[in-house]
């Protein structure tokens, strides 16, 4: 029934979007029936928020659930709750201002800024601007450097160029999304002006629009007030906490905490509202101007046909409307806003679980654009999403469990079976041979821990020198391999592609 359900739906004519937008809902109406649909999700947990505007006024307000599992205190408009990626249009908006009052140019190049930056196979420093960098245009990829930002924690600014002469690698031409990007422009302004990112995020946006609620460090907060991040393990586990992110983890790129008032704010800006005289409407134009053309074909997040991309917004069509788009992903959190220049509304959605939420929050979005529309099939969707819900909790459980169970019995770890004689022996400090990282391993209680940075790992001895790190009860085993010279000393160990040496003493 559901699957027949959405081919039928899947085979709507296309006519059906313009008949829709004749006979529009009004944006309240629409609000009140997407409140409607939300309570009719009664497995929506640990805590749920969507915030709807026009440019003159929020039109919804709507929080249910906690904040914390933990103290059981209640999610509100007013919770400080992560957004990750979504930070990207704080950023781009921010480019454009600072561009516009010449304080670091986006046409600049990064020979420009690092004249004696060489890039692999040929990418010409002299070729790419700052704008392409933050439209995902530049065609180099880093994994070792996004992760050490964010997972372990933001190296020197002034290390950018050399990362990336030693761990860039060129990709194919065109758009891809990444963090990288603004990673690099983060340190760039930070290099040029002699202060980050976050000064300048709250100098020129947060003061400005009165954001109270929002913060690109979390210490910024009382710990209290903060929604913590949520796993779900089962109904016979209960939630699993996820503290918020540490400051050294907040990055460029996906590294803000904002409450859904202050987000409601946010997108009221979008759509034009006069929110503060020291912003120049020019810039945010230009933030809205698309700066990479997007094939619409593509598979994205929001399942909607996207033909851009503009300084941390995805550009997608709607039922024939423009909508600017972005989501935020990390453990235990996801989130998503949206705003159609033309429908003259916002929304945001929040959930402080990653409890099959990409998907909701994405369908919460949908769904009230189809509300607004008057889409003849809104009510039938509603429904189905109602019920396929928790039928994709239990699926992602049931899926993450079982990958997990196939990794547990991977052939490398030797059936598990060996014990070290002196745990303790593996204790100690750690120098990474190639990142700017020092990597610690201690002994808790009889569990072997690792620590690089912000990341912690518990270690779990499978075979002779060989432990299995994991961050919590679902994450895959990852192999942490020690190495020894030809005396049986140990040297160090290599994990995630990285080597560690043992420091020496001074």
Not at 46 to 73: E, F, H, I, S
Not at 298 to 324: I, K, M, Q, S
Not at 394 to 402: C, H, K, P, T, V
Request: proline share 7%.
């Amino acid at each position: 029934m559901y699957l027949r359900n959405i081919l039928s739906l899947l085979l709507l004519p296309a006519c059906l979007g313009a008949a829709a937008t004749a006979s529009a809902a009004t944006p309240e109406q629409a609000a009140r029936q997407l409140a409607t649909f939300l309570d009719g999700i009664p497995e929506l947990g640990p805590g749920y928020a969507v915030v709807v505007v026009d440019r003159d006024r929020q039109l919804l307000g709507y929080a249910r659930g906690q904040r914390n599992a933990g103290t059981a205190a209640p999610l509100t408009m007013h919770t400080p709750m992560y957004i990750a990626s979504q930070t990207k249009s704080y950023m781009g908006l921010l480019a454009q201002l600072l561009d516009q009052q010449g304080v670091l140019r986006l046409d600049s190049t990064l020979a420009d800024h690092w004249p004696q930056l060489r890039l692999p196979d040929g990418v010409d420093p002299a070729a790419w601007t700052l704008a392409d960098l933050l439209n995902h245009r530049v065609p180099l990829s880093a994994d070792v450097i996004t992760t050490l930002e964010a997972y372990i924690g933001s190296p020197d600014p002034a290390l950018y160029p050399q990362l990336l002469q030693q761990f860039a690698s060129k990709r194919a031409d065109g758009f891809d999304y990444d963090n990288l990007g603004y990673n690099i422009y983060a340190a760039i302004l930070q290099q040029s002006t002699g202060r980050s990112w976050q000064d300048w995020l709250q100098q020129q946006l947060f003061t400005p629009l009165q954001l109270h609620e929002t913060a690109t460090r979390t210490s910024s907060f009382d710990p209290a007030q903060l929604a913590f991040n949520h796993q779900w393990l089962g109904a016979g586990q209960g939630w699993r906490l996820v503290p918020p992110k540490p400051d050294a983890l907040m990055h460029s790129a996906g590294g803000m905490m904002t409450s859904p008032r202050d987000m409601g704010r946010w997108l009221r800006l979008q759509l034009g509202a006069g929110l503060s005289p020291q912003l120049d409407a020019r810039a945010l134009q230009a933030a809205h101007r698309i700066g990479a053309q997007v094939d619409p074909k593509a598979r994205n997040a929001y399942e909607l046909p996207c033909n851009g991309y503009a300084y941390g917004w995805n550009v997608c069509d709607f039922e024939g409307h423009t909508l600017y788009i972005h989501g935020g992903s990390y453990t235990g959190a996801r989130s998503m806003m949206a705003f159609s220049p033309d429908l003259g509304v916002g929304i945001g959605v929040f959930s402080n679980s990653d409890n099959a939420t990409g998907w909701l929050t994405s369908r919460t979005v949908v769904q009230f654009f189809q509300y607004l529309v008057d889409h003849p099939e809104a009510s039938s969707w509603a429904q189905i999403r109602q019920k396929a819900y928790p039928q994709r909790v239990a699926e992602q459980l049931a899926g993450m469990r079982a990958r997990q169970a196939k990794q547990h019995d991977d052939p490398r770890w030797q059936g598990w079976r060996w014990q070290p004689e002196v745990t303790a022996a593996y204790a100690g400090e750690f120098r990474g041979s190639a990142l700017p990282v020092t990597a610690r391993l201690s002994v808790d209680g009889e569990d072997l821990q690792l620590q690089i940075g912000a990341l912690n790992r518990k270690l779990t001895p499978a075979a002779p020198d060989l432990f299995a790190a994991q961050d919590g009860p679902l994450s895959i085993p990852e192999p942490l391999q020690f190495l020894r010279d030809g005396q049986g000393g140990l040297l160090g160990f290599e994990f995630d592609g990285q080597r560690y040496l043992r420091a020496l003493p001074d």
